[in-house]
């Protein structure tokens, strides 16, 4: 790897707010078992390889469940996407520390990472708070997926950040935004890994699981729709941007170069 590669910078950023030892990652196999050398200073139990990538949603259900017999219900958890890159990471850093002593002094809610909006964008999600807050957690007001760009200057306007997915909570209050509606997929992925236990790297218990599942994306078809189980911290502006999003508005061009690497979308480094 190499320094600029976004999944190197998400273990480094990481380890800013958590020990080497309590750092774990998602990856779909078997076509992604050739990267793990990027992996090689994780413990093998903390590498959760899925049989295949069946949307975001499966991949932190994987990591809760994986994690639910190891740790407390209590444990304070976040989840680092590898797919985008920063140019400022002390301001990144800060965010994560703020991040992290909200989810252990207010631990209910689930707390999600704004980014403020280096200028309208209209391929982005934006997360809109109820109220503006610099340092402070606020509720979500809505989610506004891809408006075009005179909504988002109206978003912008009213307070809306750029949707990141970085987002922490413990445990259970992650887990409590799959209830009901998944409660048969994880008793059969309880099951599964039970089954799976002696080879993680050989999931064949959990393949005819995935085969059956449609695929789900956690922000749009969970954190969307359980707008008032949210709290949304407000990211300063420090280049975060996403690596798959089209090209940035004029404003935008001079921060993030790296955005030129490209990086699968389905690996997700977690701290906890």
């Known amino acids: ?3 600029r590669d976004p999944l190197a910078q998400t273990f480094r950023r990481a380890a800013t707010v958590s020990s080497r030892d309590k750092i774990g990652a998602v990856i779909a196999g078997p076509a992604e078992r050739c990267r793990l050398s ?3 200073d994780l413990a093998l139990r903390n590498i959760f390889m899925q049989p295949k990538h069946q949307g975001t949603a499966y991949e932190v259900l994987l990591a809760l469940l994986q994690l639910e017999g190891r740790v407390p219900s209590t444990t304070p958890i976040v989840f680092l996407p590898a797919d985008h890159v920063v140019s400022d990471e002390e301001v990144m850093t800060r965010s994560l520390v703020s991040m992290v002593e909200w989810i252990s002094d207010a631990p209910r809610p689930v707390y999600l990472l704004g980014a403020v909006p280096e200028g309208p964008h209209d391929q982005l999600g934006y997360v809109v708070p ?5 340092q402070m957690p606020s509720s979500v007001y809505e989610f506004v997926e891809k408006p075009g760009v ?3 200057r109206n978003l912008i306007n009213a307070g809306g950040l750029w949707n990141t997915f970085i987002f922490g909570g413990i445990v259970l209050s992650i887990l409590e935004l799959f209830r009901p509606k998944f409660d048969a997929t994880i008793t059969a992925l309880r099951t599964a890994l039970q089954a799976n236990s002696s080879d993680p790297f050989e999931p064949r218990a959990l393949t005819a ?3 059956r599942l449609t ?3 956690f922000s749009r078809d969970l954190l969307v729709k359980q707008a008032d189980s949210l709290n949304v911290l407000r990211l300063p502006r420090c280049g975060w941007w996403p690596l798959k999003s089209p090209k940035r508005v004029a404003p935008l061009l001079d921060t993030g170069r790296e955005s030129d690497e490209r990086l699968s979308g389905n690996d997700s480094a977690l701290d906890r």
């Not at 109820?130 to 610099?134: H, M, V």
């Open 1 to 3: 790897m190499t320094p």
């Open 150 to 152: 005179r909504q988002a």
């Open 38 to 40: 990027a992996f090689k």
């Open 130 to 134: 109820w109220y503006d807050a610099l």
């Open 209 to 211: 699981i995935y085969d």
């Open 215 to 217: 695929p789900v994306d």
